[in-house]
């Protein structure tokens, strides 16, 4: 797996070119345009139309068809949907691609993520214990590559959360006291989010917004450390903001972590869980 702040590894769909994407626990579905899928079997009639949408300002219409995803070293999917761009959005969408990472796609694989879907992704059609759960970490090799992994955990669990990606978190700032949100634990969100409420506009700073003067965006000053936790008071992960990996502060939904989990030590997404809702396990490393 290529890494830095965006994932990267290379499918090929239908027996189409291999590309590479962006896997992002972010989001649920395999996203792509017509010319990234192979005809080595007729696409057949569609199982569903859609729009959806990315952070970044990306918004598209989708036709989904049921095909076979390969992953390389003799690791194909079964049948599984994949969402492929309509005609009249589907430049737009590769430029939106192209930017994160030079991805041709994007590999949603979070259980639990708000879209765009259909339920059921690439990575839970695999044969057999292949299906339980997806490995990542993106620290190999000071963060410029990665490892995924299909299967049950390869590591030893050291503590784990209720969803995956979305999840409650407890927050705290410069060592204070933590408080609880809602969170996406997102491999795609790059430097991620923080709610005004928890950061203080003390800790922030406003750069100028070049498509809106107006509305200029804040974020996250350096020296500023966030560390995240269970609900019950477990450490996940802590950091010191700097100048490369501010989080932009919003005023209201869901925080996003970004890469910034990933990187520091190894994840498993568990897709066993009885709800469907899966589980985010933070591993020994």
Sequence with gaps: MRSTTE???????????SIPVLVDTGSSGLVVTRASVGDAVPLGSPTRTGTGGYSGGLSYAYTTYTTTV??????????????????????KALAFFNQL?????????GANAAGPGPQGLPTTA??????????????????????????????????????????????????????????????????????QSQVGLSNTHQVANPTDPSKPYTYVNSGVRISVYTTDGVLLYSYTVNSLNSPLVITSG???TGYIPYQIGPVYLDYTTPDGMGSTHFDYA
């Design 101 to 109: 990472g030079g991805a041709s796609g994007v590999l949603g694989i």
């Design 7 to 17: 994932p990267i590894v290379y499918i090929t769909i239908n027996g189409g070119p």
């Design 70 to 91: 390969d992953f390389g070293n003799g690791i194909v999917s079964g049948p599984t949907g994949v969402n492929i761009v309509d005609a009249a959005d589907a430049k």
């Design 126 to 195: 695999l044969p057999g214990d292949l299906s339980q759960g997806v490995f990542l970490y993106q620290g190999l090799l000071l963060g410029l590559a990665g490892v995924m992994v299909f299967g049950p955990n390869p590591l030893p669990t050291r503590t784990s959360v209720a969803g995956a990606p979305d999840a409650y978190l407890n927050v705290a700032i410069n060592n204070g006291s933590p408080t609880t949100v809602p969170a996406i634990i997102d491999s795609g969100g790059v430097y991620g989010t923080i709610l």
């Design 254 to 256: 869901l925080i996003n």
